[in-house]
């Protein structure tokens, strides 16, 4: 068996080029009005709960300023993205992928094994027994899975122009287009973080094995 299945492989390489011109390109539009709000309104700078920073070029795409570039591609990144993400769900479903690797159990939320798997993980451990990752990764996964990756897909589709009169009921869940808009900039950063720490510890564990696995599926 490999460690990774196909699905997985080809599904983590396309995500991985749609995050980055996402994020990137999304850094390009938040320049174009750097505040936050909260609600269906917001436009002058008294009323952000938060103002953002201007992004340099280097960190944007394209490495200027430029709002209708940007917006194609975020744009032509976003439908893979999202199809992708739905794909990969169906086909953990399917393959038993997360019902195997990614479900946790009641023991493994006990305040002792949590610390337990805190204290490891500081230490560089990460051997565990059973199954193919240990608690904190399985959370860490299930948030990216499970919250960051489709909160990005709903909260964009909430702030796109156009999209608003189709489904009224998704702007009005996420609390106003302004909070939409405010989550869609969260979740992104929350994926920079993930993949921060993500890359650091392969960095840790092997990176070579690590990105050979994930082309090739290693061994299970």
């Given amino acids: 068996m490999k460690k990774h299945a196909l ?3 080809i599904w983590h390489w396309i995500n991985l080029i749609c995050v980055t011109v996402l994020f990137m390109s999304g850094l390009n539009i938040s320049n174009a009005h ?10 002058a700078a008294e009323h952000a709960w938060m103002a953002v920073p201007r992004f340099p070029g280097w960190m944007t795409i394209p490495g200027h300023y430029n709002l209708a570039v940007a917006r194609d591609w975020h744009i032509l ?4 993205f999202a199809v992708g993400l739905l794909v990969m769900w169906v086909a953990m479903l399917v393959n038993g992928h997360f019902w195997r690797d990614l479900r946790t159990t009641f023991a493994e939320w006990k305040p002792a094994a949590v610390w337990h798997d805190i204290v490891q993980h500081a230490k560089f451990n990460f051997e565990h027994s059973g199954g193919k990752f240990n608690f904190l990764q399985k959370v860490a996964y299930g948030v990216v899975l499970g ?12 702030i796109s122009p156009g999209f608003e009169p189709a489904a009224p009921w998704l702007v009005e869940v996420l609390g106003g287009r302004q909070s939409a808009r405010t989550l869609h900039f969260l979740f992104a950063w929350g994926l920079f973080g993930f993949a ?5 510890l392969v960095l840790v564990t092997g990176p070579v094995k ?11």
């Fill in 7 to 9: 699905s997985t492989r």
């Fill in 210 to 220: 690590q990105i050979r696995d994930m082309i090739t599926g290693g061994k299970a």
């Fill in 147 to 158: 919250v960051f990756l489709p909160g990005m897909v709903f909260t964009g589709l909430a």
């Fill in 77 to 80: 990144m976003a439908w893979p």
């Fill in 34 to 43: 750097r505040f936050l709000y909260w609600g269906d309104y917001g436009f």
């Fill in 196 to 200: 921060v720490l993500h890359v650091g």
